[in-house]
């Protein structure tokens, strides 16, 4: 008895070894997408809707937040934002930012745009909705007003998070719609490089100068995500807008764009936008909801004269202030973790809720006291400890020192490993409730390979739920369970189950 239970456990560790190695060998293939921009048809298409890590691409959004409040007089290139100790620790791409300290809105758009600094994109985040966690839910509700239906963000880098889902088409919208709805500060993603602090920092976009028309936009890279990017050309008076994500390189990722726009850019329609497309819509109707940024409906900005292009390299003093100057206060309360064990980034997770808050931000989770900036006696910024209480729904910001960005020739910095971070401690105990649980495999990494490839099929099915990996200890042998919580009731588990098994995944629904 005894050895025909060594034995089948043998035959469970090689099934999911090689279910482990299959996934890993069967890589999602790339996903693509041209559209024409003036028109809104699809030109081209490879898997255009499969779910995606955005890496850096996350970025787009948080500048399309970002002009939203520049667009609405909210603040101008001059405001001053604060940097707290949480956006100052952010890896590994950054601009150095010290805590403290502050930073124009100018530089902090810039660095994302060229560098893709995450400190930068934190201390956005952290001043328009006080917290990154609130941002990123408002990242999402903005993403949904303007058409894109499939994506869910929950930081505002794009540093590794494995709930934070977008597709080819969806960054393919995005491009579209900040230029449409905010042309003026559009421009800026064709900085070729820009001084800060007497350093030249060069823009990761290497089509820019090479590709003739191409005007920006951003690139992206994790390990979990591959080589991403969306680029905008216009030539001809022909408008396209293409994304390519999961590249194996930087380079053929590079040259499977220039492929695409070679050979699209001939067909994509030379005459005036039309009514029914993106960029006509949101050109009449300048009222994507973006919660407490932009209140009120912004007014048309208008369009940047046409004689007028980006530098290739902007000193920052030089630059002409904001199309708006009405004056706004400095920096808004800005609420930042205060007590962090060591520069170990891996100690750090700043969770977001598990559901999108339309209302309001539920309260990131915390270990001790916050410190919450306020206007002192004398005017000047004092920092006044707080004490928060939540309950930790998800796992947001882990191991930020686990993603790499592009290097400025092509290359990859990386900061430790590049792997996704592993659901961390509060993921691998379940809530109570129903489950779908795929397989079991002999290492976490094999079980986020299962995970990743079952949310790739699950498509909405899936999108409310939350990936979770179970460490088990049998006989000796430690397993790892790859399951998805959060199911409402059992029919909703076994309907995402049985949608996952049509597609050639195998599950079972469950309930602790």
């Given at each position: 008895m005894r050895s025909s239970r060594g034995a089948c456990a043998a035959l469970v560790v090689a099934g999911a070894i090689s279910a482990g190695a299959a996934t890993a060998a069967q890589?999602?293939?790339?996903?693509?997408?041209?559209?024409?921009?003036?028109?809104?048809?699809?030109?081209?298409?490879?898997?255009?809707?499969?779910?995606?890590?955005?890496?850096?691409?996350?970025?787009?959004?948080?500048?399309?937040?970002?002009?939203?409040?520049?667009?609405?007089?909210?603040l101008t290139l001059d405001s001053q934002l604060r940097v707290s100790v949480f956006a100052s620790r952010q890896s590994p791409t950054k601009l150095g930012l010290k805590p403290g300290s502050t930073v124009s809105v100018r530089d902090a758009m810039l660095g994302l745009i060229t560098r893709s600094a995450n400190d930068a994109a934190v201390v956005i985040a952290e001043n328009l909705a006080g917290s990154e966690a609130a941002f990123a839910n408002r990242m999402t509700v903005t993403a949904r007003a303007i058409g894109m239906s499939r994506t869910t963000f929950r930081n505002a880098s794009g540093l590794p998070n494995p709930n934070q889902w977008t597709t080819a088409r969806d960054m393919a919208t995005l491009g579209r719609a900040l230029q449409?709805?905010?042309?003026?500060?559009?421009?800026?993603?064709?900085?070729?490089?820009?001084v800060y602090r007497g350093q030249t920092i060069g823009n990761h976009n290497k089509?820019?100068?090479?590709?003739?028309?191409?005007?920006?936009?951003?690139?992206?890279?994790?390990?979990?995500?591959?080589?991403?990017?969306?680029?905008s050309v216009k030539r001809?008076?022909?408008?396209?807008?293409?994304?390519?994500?999961?590249?194996?390189?930087?380079?053929?990722?590079?040259?499977?764009?220039?492929?695409?726009?070679?050979?699209?850019?001939?067909?994509?329609?030379?005459?005036?936008?039309?009514?029914?497309?993106?960029i006509a819509k949101l050109m009449q109707k300048k009222s994507a909801p973006e919660p407490e940024i932009a209140a009120a409906p912004a007014p048309a900005p208008a369009p940047a004269p046409a004689a007028v292009e980006?530098?290739?390299?902007?000193?920052?003093?030089?630059?002409?202030?904001?199309?708006?100057?009405?004056?706004?206060?400095?920096?808004?309360?800005?609420?930042?973790?205060?007590?962090?064990?060591?520069?170990?980034?891996?100690?750090?997770?700043?969770?977001?809720?598990?559901?999108?808050?339309?209302?309001?931000?539920?309260?990131?989770?915390?270990?001790?006291?916050?410190?919450?900036?306020?206007?002192?006696?004398?005017?000047?910024?004092?920092?006044?400890?707080?004490?928060?209480?939540?309950?930790?729904?998800?796992?947001?910001?882990?191991?930020?020192?686990?993603?790499?960005?592009e290097g400025e020739e092509g290359k990859t910095i990386a900061q430790g490993d590049t792997e996704d971070p592993a659901p961390a401690s509060a993921a691998r105990v379940s809530a109570p409730g129903w489950k779908v649980q795929i397989a079991a495999a002999p290492t976490e990494d094999g079980a986020r390979s299962l995970l990743d490839k079952a949310r790739s099929k699950g498509g909405k099915m899936l999108a409310s739920a939350s990936p979770a990996v179970e460490s088990v200890a049998k006989g000796g042998d430690t397993f790892y369970r790859a399951r998805f919580t959060g199911f409402a009731s059992k029919d909703k588990a076994r309907a995402a189950c049985d949608y996952l098994k049509k597609r050639d995944v195998s599950c079972l629904a469950i309930a602790d």
């Open positions: 890589a999602a293939p790339q996903s693509a997408i041209v559209v024409d921009a003036k028109t809104g048809k699809v030109l081209y298409s490879s898997d255009p809707d499969g779910l995606r890590h955005p890496a850096s691409l996350t970025k787009m959004m948080t500048l399309f937040m970002l002009f939203g409040a520049l667009d609405s007089g909210k449409a709805r905010y042309p003026t500060y559009y421009r800026y993603f064709s900085t070729k490089a820009f089509l820019l100068g090479r590709v003739e028309g191409v005007d920006g936009i951003k690139t992206g890279y994790t390990r979990a995500s591959g080589f991403n990017l969306v680029s001809d008076n022909r408008y396209i807008v293409a994304s390519v994500m999961g590249g194996a390189s930087g380079a053929s990722r590079d040259r499977q764009m220039m492929g695409l726009i070679a050979k699209y850019m001939p067909v994509a329609y030379a005459g005036p936008a039309k009514g029914d497309s993106l980006a530098p290739d390299v902007i000193e920052t003093a030089s630059l002409a202030p904001a199309p708006r100057t009405r004056p706004v206060p400095q920096a808004r309360a800005v609420q930042t973790q205060n007590a962090i064990p060591s520069d170990d980034m891996a100690e750090i997770s700043e969770p977001a809720p598990e559901a999108l808050a339309l209302a309001s931000a539920a309260p990131a989770a915390s270990d001790g006291p916050r410190m919450v900036f306020q206007q002192g006696p004398s005017g000047k910024q004092v920092a006044q400890p707080v004490t928060m209480t939540a309950s930790v729904a998800g796992i947001d910001n882990a191991a930020q020192n686990d993603a790499t960005e």
